[in-house]
């Protein structure tokens, strides 16, 4: 069995797509022959985000950091996320020669330049240059899309590879949905509501029937005030937000800088299309296939969108598995199908000097 930590600032209870999809990795990684301990900020002390108190960072011990490492009995590592927790894994990964992946999951230039009182143009420069600095030591940085990875392989990003999303098709599925008590047809959004978001896109649109949102952050409050007509359903989870799903008529989503949209791949897999501009992300889970709408013109998208068959979308999700994303995942740090037995973290490449045991 091979042991992997992946050192990750984005964690429970926060509700986003990196968190999901790291949940969802160790679950089918477990069968592929590979163990994934996670570093997270519910180890540590935290501080709220200033502006996005929903979110609390980790303040890492290096001590704390390098004796979790050590009882991991690690053979790899992989850094998700640029924030504190992910800091301090570089750092002691380069101080001890230990190589490591990393994978890009925000854009967080887009988001600087939305929130900061700065030039929107400085803004992402100074960030795209620090996340240059950053991911620059990865033997691989892990993008979601062919478009995420062309984009940062186009500003300076070295060793980029493509490490595919999945869904899962068990609990997404076109089952019955719950009767919401709306005017059909029904138009969901689902995610963090946040400005970077992009929400007010869709929530200002004329269309007929009903507007749904689905999930809570910073900004719930202003857009429940400023948009009456739309139901607000707070955050759901589980079999409670699949039903949701199979209740919709059309799924939108109005983000402009997602890196890819899991909530995309859990709409089509239950069996409802998608609206959506003609941007990264969206591109690269609709493509040309005929499971949804994109459209400069929003509301465009989402009346084409009507006419798409359910089952054309699910059939497209079901291609897209988490077992496929996590071999993916796997061969990226070098260790699909190299038996756990009989081999070393060194014989795998690992300096580990002290931070990671020999597997007999």
């Known amino acids: 069995m091979i042991r992997i930590l992946i050192a990750t600032d984005a964690w429970h209870p926060q509700v986003n797509g ?3 999809t790291l949940n969802a990795l160790a679950g089918a990684a477990l069968p592929l022959g590979a163990a994934i301990t996670f570093l997270t ?15 609390r960072l980790a303040i890492p011990d290096p001590r704390a950091v390098t004796a979790r490492m050590r009882e991991a009995s690690i053979d790899a590592v992989h850094i998700a996320t640029e924030g504190p927790i992910g800091l301090m894994a570089r750092a002691i990964c380069r101080r001890n020669a230990i190589p490591f992946t990393t994978s890009f999951h925000t854009r967080f230039p887009d988001y600087i330049a939305a929130r900061l009182p700065i030039p929107q143009r400085w803004a992402k420069i100074w960030t795209w240059a620090w996340l240059r600095r950053f991911h620059a030591p990865a033997s691989t940085v892990m993008a979601a899309t062919p478009s995420l990875a062309r984009e940062l392989a ?19 599925r076109p089952h019955h ?6 005017p059909r047809p029904i138009f969901l959004t689902v995610g963090r509501l946040a400005v970077e978001k992009n929400l007010a896109a869709f929530l200002g649109l004329d269309l007929p029937g ?7 952050g910073p900004a719930h409050a202003e857009l429940k005030q400023r948009h009456p007509d739309v139901t607000f359903l707070g955050a759901r989870r589980g079999e409670a937000l ?31 299309p998608v609206a959506a501009f003609p941007v990264p992300g969206p591109q690269d889970v609709i493509g040309d296939a005929p499971i949804g709408a994109l459209d400069e013109d929003l509301r465009v998208a989402c ?24 071999r993916c995942f796997l061969q990226h740090i070098h260790i ?21 045991k020999t597997h007999a």
Not at 177 to 182: S, T, V
Not at 252 to 264: E, K, N, Q
Not at 305 to 319: F, G
């Open 18 to 20: 990196v968190v999901q």
């Open 242 to 272: 699949a039903a949701v799903y199979a209740a919709a008529d059309v799924f939108v989503f109005p983000s402009r800088t997602d890196t890819f949209g899991l909530v995309m791949l859990e709409a089509l897999a239950s069996g409802v």
């Open 336 to 356: 699909a199908g190299r038996p756990a037995r009989n081999a070393s973290a060194q014989d795998r490449g690992l300096r580990a000097e002290g931070l990671s």
């Open 41 to 55: 900020p519910d180890q540590f002390a935290t501080v709220a985000l200033p502006a996005y108190r929903e979110i």
């Open 177 to 182: 949905g719950i009767d919401l008590g709306l």
């Open 154 to 172: 186009g500003r300076g990003f070295r060793n980029v590879g493509l490490w595919p999303r999945g869904v899962d098709t068990a609990r997404f």
């Open 303 to 326: 009346l084409r969108a009507l006419t798409i068959p359910r089952a054309a979308c699910r059939a497209h999700a079901c291609r897209m598995t988490w077992t496929e994303s996590a």
């Open 210 to 216: 009903s507007k749904v949102v689905v999930g809570d």
